[in-house]
């Protein structure tokens, strides 16, 4: 890399964070194309170790995800394969390979989670929800509130009847548009960086109704299952599954999405 220049302290600086830059660049793609050979020679265990490094240098995609969890899923860690495919699916929620493979994994784990059914309504807007990237929300949100606005002054303005109608009424569905794309967006939001979901790491742990050891006994889960932490106390997380049962764990029982 030739960097041109000034020869002044900041030229330097700079061609020296570049040159670090590459460096790492060219590290993580060696990473992973060194995880994938590994991967192809059922060498599970160091893609496994190739994948993470490149995850501890804080690089991060589905596809990295997917590859992990596949490595994971065959050397039979079923927690951390589920684990590393709901990750994935998080940054890319459409993926048909990546859901395929999340249910495959999902079938070798013990407990049977019965999902509460949401209304037809409800399952159109999680779809919607998800085939929009989460800055396209945002764009389309702001986007429609200008128009919306910019129309409903000419409204204001202008004399003839059926015109007035016509701005009017435009102006009202942008507006709608805009809520509805704030409101689907701000959903996005919060399942991509807000909402908290775990994996079950410990080969079984009794739910309790009390963040105390000593408290009922309410249900057992196992190794693989997915949860949601609603609360968090101390060394305790207050859980929730996916049918509604609620109740309390040790912290280091899970490993969050």
């Keep these: 890399m030739t960097c041109i220049g000034n020869s002044g302290v900041f030229s330097m600086i700079l061609c020296l964070f570049m040159a670090v830059g590459s460096v790492r660049a060219d590290e993580y793609s060696d990473l992973i194309t060194r995880g994938n ?8 265990e160091h893609a496994i170790a190739s994948y993470e490094k490149v995850l501890d240098g804080g690089k991060e995609s589905a596809e990295l995800y997917y590859n992990l969890g596949n490595a994971y899923y065959k050397t039979i860690n079923i927690p951390a394969a589920i684990l590393n495919y709901e990750r ?3 940054l890319d929620p459409k993926d048909e390979d990546l859901q395929f493979n999340l249910k495959l994994a999902n079938l070798k784990t013990v407990d049977k989670i019965e999902v509460i059914p949401t209304f037809f309504i409800g399952e159109i807007g999680e779809d919607l929800k998800h085939s929009v990237p989460l800055d396209t929300w945002g764009w ?3 986007i429609s509130l200008w128009l919306s606005a910019a129309l409903f002054f000419i409204f204001t303005i202008v004399s003839t009847n059926a015109v007035k109608r016509v701005f009017f009424f435009t102006a009202l569905l942008l507006f709608v548009l805009s809520l509805a794309s704030f409101g689907l967006g ?7 960086y807000t909402d908290m979901e775990a994996i079950i790491f410990s080969p079984s742990v009794i739910v309790k109704s009390a963040p105390d050891p000593n408290e009922t006994d309410l249900f057992l889960l ?6 949601s ?13 996916a049918d509604g049962s609620i109740g309390w764990i040790p912290v280091q029982s899970i490993e969050k999405i």
């Design 37 to 44: 050979d590994h991967f192809k020679k059922a060498e599970y």
């Design 88 to 90: 994935a699916i998080k």
């Design 140 to 142: 389309m949100a702001i």
């Design 186 to 192: 701000y959903q996005k939001y919060n399942a991509v």
């Design 222 to 227: 196992h190794e693989g299952t997915k949860v």
């Design 229 to 241: 932490v609603v609360e968090e106390m101390g060394e305790w997380n207050k859980i929730r599954l």
